[in-house]
C-alpha cells in the first residue's frame, strides 16, 4: 500500500508531506499495518521494560501528538520532541530536503514545536490510551534563550513525571551554538541537572557523529560522574564529505538516513569501547533493516532508533526489522538480544 501512495507524498513539499500525514496517522491510518514485538524482543534498559528495542527516534512526533498510534506498527518506543521550554517556529522554510538518491534527509528545522505547556498536555491525554507505552522526551533550549541550561532545568522538571526517559539533545546542528555544549560546557550542564533532578527519571545525553572521539570520552566521563543514565549516539551529522549521489544538496542541516550508517556506527563503537557496562547507548543513524540494527546492537547499543528510513520505506519497515532480529538471534544462537549487547568491535 505505500508503495502505491508513496509517489504522491514525494511529490509534495516534505514537510507539507509530513503534516499531512500527521493528520492521516491522528485518524487511524496506521491500524492498516498494525503490528505487535515478539515478545523475545524484550529488553530492559535503565530500569525500563521495552516490548522490543526499535524506538522512532526524536523529531518524527514533535509534538507528542501522535505516538500512542505509532506503536501499531510495532515500534517498542517513541521519543517525542525536541521541545523546547515556550513555543518557537524554528527556522524559515523550506527547511526539510529529501536526497532520494541517497534514501536521505537533511533538515534544518530549529526546534519548531509548541513549547512545554501544550507538549506535557499531549502527552498527558495520548498516554492515557495506553499506559504501557514506552514514551522519551527529548528536550532542548529556545533559541533566544539567555538560560540555556535554566531551559533544560525546566524541561526536566515539567516532563519527568509523564514520560519514561528524558533526552538532553546538546548535538542539534540546526541551533546556534548548541553543540558548544559538547565541546567545552557538557560538565557544567550535567552538574546543574545532577543538582537540580527532581526524580529518577532516566536521562540520556544525545550526542552528534561529527565530535572527535576525546569528546566523545569527555562527554561519558561527564555523563558517569553526574550520574546520567545513558547515551545515545548519534543526532544529524553537519558533515557534507559523504558520497552523495543526489544534486543541489543545501549546505546548511543535519544530514541523517543511510550515507551516516558507517559514521554513527564508528562513534557508537568508540563509545561502547570507553563506557563499557557502565551506562546503556541508544544507537541512531542510517538504520534501514534488522541487519543493520542488529548490527548496532553487537557494536554496544542496547536500544536501537531510526526515522529516515521509515520515510522511505513506510509502516510495514518495523514489523520486518523486528522479524529479522527474531531470525538473527536464531542464527547466533541465543534467547536475548541482551547477550549480544557490545560483542563486536569496529577495527580502528
Do not use: C, W
Not at 92 to 114: H, Q, S, T, Y
Amino acid at each position: 500500500m505505500y508503495k502505491l501512495i508513496k509517489p504522491l507524498i514525494f511529490s509534495l513539499n516534505p514537510e507539507l508531506a509530513h503534516n499531512i500525514g500527521v493528520l492521516f496517522i491522528k485518524r487511524g491510518i496506521l491500524s492498516l499495518f498494525d503490528s505487535s514485538p515478539d515478545e523475545e524482543l524484550a529488553v530492559r534498559v535503565a530500569n525500563i521494560d521495552f516490548p522490543s528495542p526499535i524506538g522512532l527516534a526524536a523529531g518524527f512526533d514533535k509534538n507528542a501528538e501522535i505516538f500512542h498510534e505509532i506503536f501499531k506498527i510495532g515500534f517498542g518506543f517513541v521519543e517525542a520532541g525536541t521541545v523546547t521550554p515556550k513555543p518557537q517556529y524554528g527556522n524559515p522554510k523550506p527547511r526539510i530536503f529529501r536526497l532520494k538518491e541517497d534514501l536521505a534527509l537533511i533538515n534544518r528545522l530549529g526546534f519548531n514545536n509548541v513549547g512545554l505547556d501544550e507538549f506535557v498536555s499531549n502527552i498527558v491525554t495520548n498516554k492515557s490510551v495506553n499506559n504501557s507505552q514506552k514514551i522519551g522526551a527529548n528536550l532542548g533550549p529556545n533559541k533566544d534563550s539567555v538560560d540555556r541550561i535554566g531551559d533544560y532545568l525546566e524541561g526536566i522538571r515539567r516532563v519527568s513525571k509523564v514520560v519514561d526517559y528524558i533526552t538532553i539533545n546538546v548535538s542539534s546542528p540546526n541551533t546556534e551554538n548548541l553543540r558548544d555544549f559538547e565541546n567545552s560546557n557538557i560538565a557544567e550542564l550535567l552538574k546543574e541537572i545532577e543538582n537540580n533532578r527532581v526524580d529518577d527519571t532516566p536521562i540520556f545525553i544525545k550526542i552528534s557523529p561529527d565530535v572527535e572521539n576525546k569528546q566523545i570520552s569527555s562527554v561519558i566521563e561527564a555523563t558517569i560522574k553526574h550520574k546520567m543514565n545513558g547515551l545515545i549516539v548519534s543526532n544529524t551529522s553537519k558533515d557534507r564529505k559523504f558520497r552523495l549521489k543526489s544534486k543541489n544538496i543545501p549546505k546548511d542541516g543535519g544530514l541523517s538516513g543511510s550515507p551516516i550508517l558507517s559514521l554513527s556506527n564508528e562513534k557508537l563503537s568508540f563509545a561502547y569501547s570507553i563506557a563499557k557496562s557502565s551506562i546503556p547507548i541508544i544507537g541512531v543513524g542510517g538504520v534501514s533493516s534488522g541487519a543493520d540494527a542488529y548490527k548496532k546492537i553487537k557494536l554496544g547499543a542496547s536500544l536501537v532508533q531510526l526515522y529516515t528510513s521509515l520515510i522511505y520505506e513506510g509502516p510495514f519497515l518495523i514489523s520486518k526489522i523486528n522479524n529479522d532480529l527474531i531470525e538473527l538471534m536464531k542464527l547466533d544462537g541465543v534467547s536475548s538480544l541482551s547477550e549480544v549487547v557490545g560483542t563486536t568491535r569496529l577495527r580502528s
